[in-house]
């Protein structure tokens, strides 16, 4: 089949694959979608509750309704607002959403880059949450000292004041490319025995042969984000 047809005939599905037969949404299309629904019945719960205080004399007769509208809903609902919020961070939108890394982004995207990043995402080695799945250690769902040096990003963020060129905050860990790679076959045929104690310590890293990480173009990226 021509590319042109191949291409025309996955184009009805969003992400360019037709969807299984019977398909009805992912787990997390699900978790937004139960969210958002138990969102308006919390709303619609306390508007009863209010217009029955108005028709009866004591609160006796609208407590159950009032625990569960301020009480039970409001919790359910920001469980399900607390998972979907966590999870989304994880995408690599959320991640560029900042637009000090506008320019790591662009380069991920850059189907001509020969960054490890864009080389990974353009061949899909890693399926999705390409960002998080590299910088797990990191930020919101790292360490409780990255989630506190996260609050020091989110203040140069909005204060403008990053110095450039942006940098990450320690030497990348071997760990987490040892994660997906560690163990197979093209990573064993590839280095020698004796390479492996040294990058399991941490004394060379990964980056020294298969770096760099990103090749960020920030006042490129900046100048179009101005627009």
């Known amino acids: 089949m021509p590319l042109a047809a191949a291409s025309a005939a996955l184009a009805p599905s969003a992400g360019g694959v037709p969807l299984p037969e019977g398909w009805i949404g992912t787990t ?93 995402y353009k061949n899909r080695y890693i399926l999705a949450d390409q960002c998080y799945t590299c910088h797990s250690d990191y930020g919101m769902f790292g360490t409780v000292s990255a989630k506190m040096e996260g609050l020091g990003h989110v203040y140069h963020n909005i204060t403008n004041s990053y110095e450039k060129p942006i940098k990450i905050r320690k030497p990348f860990s071997n760990t987490r490319c040892f994660g997906c790679h560690f163990g197979a076959q093209n990573f064993l045929a590839k280095h020698d025995k004796d390479m492996i104690p040294d990058l399991v310590s941490g004394k060379n890293s990964c980056l020294d042969c298969h770096g760099p990480a990103h090749h960020a173009n920030e006042a490129a990226a900046e100048k179009q984000a101005a627009k």
């Open 28 to 120: 997390d299309q699900w978790t937004q979608g139960l969210g958002i629904a138990l969102a308006v019945l919390n709303i619609v719960v306390l508007l009863v509750a209010w217009r029955r205080l108005k028709h009866v004399q004591s609160i006796r007769g609208v407590v159950g309704t009032l625990f569960f509208g301020l009480a039970v809903l409001p919790v359910v609902v920001m469980f399900f607002g607390y998972t979907q919020g966590m999870s989304g961070m994880e995408s690599v939108r959320a991640c560029g959403g900042c637009h000090t890394m506008t320019s790591h982004v662009q380069d991920l995207r850059d189907l001509k880059s020969e960054s490890l990043a864009a080389v990974h």
